[in-house]
């Protein structure tokens, strides 16, 4: 089992630069999650999603676009990247969306925008 | 809202016994996660709580009161490899979808 695959590990941007940080989960979980770290910030939730076909902002939605078109994919689309939204980011999905479902993450995607 | 406080960073002796605290305040508490977090890496799971009480697994142990709005991880017998990011973790109920919103974590060093 891969679990959870994020792509790509790193990636450097320009301001204004738009790209899609890609997540992949094969164990068929329902409910997948975007989130943030920054240092002193803790992991802030970006966008969710409890199946396909449905998507949910979380704490800090601004900037970014999401899209579950199918149980196992979930990318994030950066529009018009930002210096603000240098940061490493994290995929994680569980089985069901109650929230008492244990999150695996992904590897997380590293990326500065300069 | 919610807010979800631990310490920052905490040292320890290898071998020794440490407490790592996490008090909150959230509307519609509905669970506590505890996640380590080795540097550079994903988090990972440790322990989950939604009654009152003590969750023991092995070295690590994790306890809740719902009505002090308080959980502590508790760590014995500690390793080098214990050296790690403790992320407490609050399910946040209400609306269409519980939350999982994460404190800062307490960054934790184990010295020989």
């Known amino acids: 089992n891969a679990g959870v695959t994020q792509t790509p590990k790193f990636q450097v941007l320009k301001t204004g630069q738009s790209m899609t940080l890609q997540c992949a989960q094969d164990m068929n979980h329902e409910y997948m999650s975007w989130y943030r770290q920054d240092p002193g910030m803790g992991l802030r939730l970006i966008h969710y999603s409890v199946g396909a076909g449905i998507t949910d902002q979380g704490e800090v939605p601004n900037g970014y676009n999401v899209s579950r078109s199918t149980t196992e994919d979930f990318p994030l689309r950066l529009l018009s990247a930002a210096p603000s939204q240098t940061s490493v980011y994290f995929c994680?999905?569980?089985?069901?969306?109650?929230?008492?479902?244990?999150?695996?993450f992904g590897a997380g995607s590293r990326l500065t925008v300069l | 809202g919610q807010n979800i406080d631990q310490p920052t960073e905490m040292t320890a002796t290898e071998g020794a016994i440490v407490q790592i605290n996490c008090t909150y305040q959230?509307?519609?508490?509905?669970?506590l996660f505890w996640y380590q977090q080795h540097a550079g890496e994903a988090p990972t799971f440790l322990s989950y709580?939604?009654?009152?009480g003590l969750e023991e697994k092995g070295r690590f142990s994790s306890f809740l009161s719902r009505s002090k709005g308080y959980s502590y991880l508790l760590l014995k017998e500690l390793q080098m490899k214990d050296s790690a990011s403790y992320l407490c973790a609050v399910i946040r109920g209400g609306g269409a979808t519980n939350k999982l919103i994460f404190g800062t974590g307490t960054l934790l060093a184990v010295q020989p």
């Open positions: 994680a999905s569980s089985a069901q969306g109650d929230g008492a479902n244990v999150l695996t």
């Open positions: 709580n939604v009654l009152d």
């Open positions: 959230t509307s519609g508490f509905n669970g």
